[in-house]
């Protein structure tokens, strides 16, 4: 039986086949299981593709150290800190403003639409651990910019941001969660979310929607609304960032929920007989080991690990304990090699 494909899956073929990335890949892999004709002259290919799709998964969720590129990819955004947090928004809706407030960044604010045109990173900071925050190109339905929901994809979480002071506050934020959904991607608020094998699965994301423009009449009557039209699905956070002004209203509060929503912990290294360094804590994932540490700070002898001392809240101070203690945010640690 003839395959009979379709011009949209030649040319999300034709993406893959120029993709450079692994999120690329996987999002041109989607695109083309979406739009292969299901019938079973068709069934060896969307085997095929659902074994690609779930291979491009993995690269994406374990990127490669080694992976690169020979032309530049305008989202190709280098992850830094203990997170990187991608925003995803309608037109001036504040996301640029969000962003330099929580972090100073350089981004442009303006009233007028579309003022970001490419990824604008700025780090903010929850007590002493950074998170990187992107700001990237507005969506509407007639467009998504092509690339970037492979950069959304290969993020550790994701921002939607949505203004309070807009008269189209419920589509712009419809409009983003069916960016989501049309791209197989599902928002969750679980911090551990598991990875399907299931290609067909939806992607969870770890997801918050920081509502801007808090400080504006009505607010809290439009955020109330939409905390009982989405707040089953979605977890909302409500900011007042009008201007970009350093130290805006609920920002502090909202860094602190993206830590944890990252599930990561900080650790300080207390190089043995001297004072704790508390300048550059090492950001591992919950659930990293005294052993953990050690390949981090010494990937070729990590192996090697004599003996770990401990100060934190769950130990009495430089307590010994074995390779496989369970290091806790904060922690402070000596290890002996």
């Not at 990187?132 to 190109?137: C, G, R, T």
């Not at 009982?228 to 909302?236: A, I, K, T």
Request: hydrophobic share 35%; net charge negative.
């Amino acid at each position: 039986m003839p395959a009979n494909l379709t011009p949209e899956y030649m040319r999300a073929d034709e993406r893959y086949r120029e993709a450079e990335t692994p999120a690329q890949r996987l999002e041109a892999l989607e695109e083309m299981l979406r739009a292969i004709p299901k019938h079973k002259g068709t069934d060896k290919m969307q085997a095929d593709l659902k074994r690609k799709i779930a291979q491009a998964r993995r690269e994406v969720a374990s990127p490669s150290k080694k992976a690169s590129s020979s032309r530049r990819d305008l989202f190709n955004v280098p992850k830094q800190g203990a997170g990187q947090v991608v925003l995803l928004g309608a037109p001036n809706v504040g996301k640029s403003a969000l962003v330099r407030s929580a972090s100073n960044a350089e981004c442009k604010v303006a009233e007028y639409p579309f003022t970001t045109q490419a990824p604008q990173p700025g780090m903010a900071h929850h007590e002493d651990v950074p998170i990187q925050l992107v700001d990237m190109p507005p969506v509407t339905r007639e467009h998504v910019p092509p690339g970037m929901i492979g950069r959304v994809k290969a993020s550790d979480a994701l921002l939607i941001v949505a203004s309070l002071a807009s008269q189209t506050l419920l589509d712009d934020l419809e409009t983003c969660l069916d960016v989501m959904a049309n791209r197989n991607i599902a928002p969750t608020n679980n911090p551990t979310p598991e990875i399907p094998e299931d290609p067909d699965a939806p992607m969870p994301m770890r997801t918050l929607v920081a509502c801007t423009y808090g400080d504006v009449e009505n607010a809290n009557e439009e955020f109330q609304t939409l905390k009982e039209l989405y707040g089953d699905r979605l977890e909302f956070h409500c900011v007042a960032v009008p201007d970009g002004k350093e130290d805006g209203q609920g920002i502090k509060e909202l860094v602190a929920r993206l830590f944890e929503l990252l599930h990561v912990v900080r650790v300080y290294a207390k190089p043995p007989g001297k004072p704790v360094d508390y300048d550059a804590p090492f950001i591992l994932p919950k659930g990293s080991t005294a052993q953990d540490l050690a390949t981090e700070i010494h990937r070729e002898k990590g192996n090697q690990l004599k003996s770990t001392r401990v100060w934190g809240q769950a130990v009495h101070d430089g307590q010994n304990v074995h390779h496989d203690y369970v290091l806790n945010d904060k922690d402070a640690v000596e290890l002996h090699m």
